[in-house]
């Protein structure tokens, strides 16, 4: 390590099925990287803050329809108008814990009827590159002892087996699977030790980019 070079954060992104404890487990750790003197900031995709992410939130509590194609570039550019403040926080030192990212993107629209997984991956291409991937899994019946499905788009059992098995295409060397059929705390645990390493071997590493 150089020591005059700045240190930068971590991209740590959690990907998991529904339920599987993603914003839970992204809560705990990032009040944990706090407490212990690592600068860190929670990030969620979609982000329903924003003017696209209103439309996003309108067409998941559906009050609001869109054509197929018009919505996944809309959880697209949510990802991409976030993209410098990401870029700038990163450099800045500040690891980044972000709630969903480019992997639901695909992993969604390609459960759609008439959708390759390879034309979802497209309009992510270039985003920054995590450095690691915290992919929670549970067992649908698992799932379903966390309470029922909600009321939004997407929440049924046949779409969301799809989208699992979009997930396990998009796995790649970045991805650790964990088993989230464990105590909050239990996981907790876990996922901060891993993401420990990750964010010291991130320090001096160039950020890369997405699918490239
Ligand atoms: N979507 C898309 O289509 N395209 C995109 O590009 C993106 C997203 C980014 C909204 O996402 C939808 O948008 C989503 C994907 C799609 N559709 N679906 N499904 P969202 O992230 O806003 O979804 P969500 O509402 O946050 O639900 P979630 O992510 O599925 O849940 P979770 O974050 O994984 O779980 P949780 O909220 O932390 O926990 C769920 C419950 O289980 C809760 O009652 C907890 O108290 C309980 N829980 C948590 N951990 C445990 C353990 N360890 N044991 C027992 N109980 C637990
Ligand atoms: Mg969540």
């Given at each position: 390590a150089v020591s005059n070079?700045?240190?930068?954060?971590?991209?740590?992104?959690?990907?998991?099925?529904?339920?599987?404890?993603?914003?839970?487990?992204?809560g705990k750790?990032?009040?944990?990287?706090?407490?212990?003197?690592?600068?860190?900031k929670l990030l969620k995709f979609p982000d329903r803050r924003t003017t696209i992410g209103k439309m996003i939130n309108s067409y998941l509590g559906q009050t609001y329809d869109l054509e197929d194609h018009a919505i996944h570039l809309l959880f697209s550019a949510n990802r991409w108008e976030a993209r410098d403040t990401m870029m700038t926080l990163l450099n800045q030192g500040t690891t980044l814990i972000v709630d969903r990212y480019a992997y639901s993107g695909a992993a969604f629209t390609a459960a759609k009827q008439g959708f390759s997984l390879e034309w979802c991956k497209q309009t992510d291409i270039g985003l920054p590159q995590p450095d690691t991937v915290l992919y929670l899994t549970l067992t649908s019946e698992a799932a379903a002892k966390r309470g029922g499905f909600g009321e939004e788009r997407y929440e049924k059992e046949?779409?969301?087996e799809k989208v699992a098995k979009n997930f396990q295409d998009l796995k790649d060397k970045h991805w650790q699977v964990i088993d989230a059929d464990r105590s909050?705390?239990?996981?907790?645990?876990?996922i901060y030790h891993l993401t420990q390493k990750v964010i010291n071997q991130a320090k001096y590493k160039p950020i890369e980019k997405l699918w490239t």
């Open positions: 070079q700045i240190e930068r954060g971590a991209l740590i992104v959690f990907e998991g099925c529904d339920r599987s404890g993603k914003s839970t487990q992204c750790l990032v009040e944990r990287l706090k407490n212990t003197g690592i600068k860190a046949v779409f969301q909050i705390e239990d996981l907790h645990e876990e």
